[in-house]
Every structure is written in structure tokens, then in C-alpha cells.
């Protein structure tokens, strides 16, 4: 059975930083490209940030791209997110994704429950 269990949210204030972390079990996590969606109410889930099965590639969200630092460590099979000078607009639901190797199409990947996220003064 596949698990995505996440770590790391909270509150903090405009400028402030969070690191959010997503331990995963279950999967062969180093054949898994692992990825950072957010959710607020009324918008559609986007990706944040993603990184490929060995770490080398990453993308991110022009949004976030400068301030959030995707990484991982496969020995821990978790994935972490590691988000600067932090916005109000930052605020949402964050969730840890999993594509594995064999994955089709993301209905074939699996999802964490989501950790919140809140910005404000």
C-alpha cells in the first residue's frame, strides 16, 4: 500500500520561510518522479515544483521559481520543499505527489493528504 505522509506547514509571516518534507512508502521511490502541488479554495490544484527519480532535474512554478527549493533523498525515500521570502499568495493546501515509472497519466499517481500553508501579518 502506497503512502505519502507530509510534514512542515504552519503559519509564519510575509518574508518568513517553511520547509515541508513528504516521506513516502510503499513504492520504489527512487524510480518515482516526486512532485509539490497547492490548492486554495475556488482555483484549480497547480504544480508547484517537481524533480525526477534521480534529483538532477527540477522545475518550478514561475510563481515560486527563485524562492521554493525542491530536493530529495532517496536513502529516506522524502522529499522536501524548501520555500523563501514567502507571500500571502503562497497560502494553500500543499500536497505531495508520486508518478512512478509506470504511471501512464497522473491518474495513475498517488497523493498525500495535504499539509496547510498560511502567510499573513
Known amino acids: 500500500q502506497v503512502q505519502l505522509v507530509e510534514s512542515g506547514g504552519g503559519l509564519t509571516q510575509p518574508g518568513g520561510s517553511l520547509r515541508l518534507s513528504c516521506t513516502a512508502s510503499?513504492?520504489?521511490?527512487?524510480?518515482?518522479?516526486m512532485r509539490w502541488y497547492r490548492q486554495t479554495p475556488g482555483k484549480e490544484r497547480e504544480l508547484v515544483a517537481r524533480?525526477?527519480?534521480?534529483?538532477?532535474?527540477?522545475d518550478y512554478a514561475d510563481s515560486v521559481k527563485g524562492r521554493f527549493i525542491i530536493s530529495r533523498d532517496n536513502g529516506k525515500n522524502t522529499v522536501s520543499l524548501q520555500m523563501n521570502s514567502l507571500k500571502a499568495e503562497d497560502t494553500a493546501v500543499y500536497y505531495c505527489?508520486?508518478?512512478?515509472?509506470?504511471?501512464?497519466?497522473?491518474?495513475?499517481?498517488?497523493w498525500g493528504q495535504g499539509t496547510q500553508v498560511t502567510v499573513s501579518s
Open positions: 505527489n508520486a508518478l512512478p515509472w509506470y504511471a501512464g497519466s497522473m491518474d495513475d499517481s498517488y
Open positions: 524533480i525526477t527519480h534521480g534529483g538532477v532535474i527540477t
Open positions: 510503499g513504492l520504489t521511490f527512487s524510480t518515482t518522479e
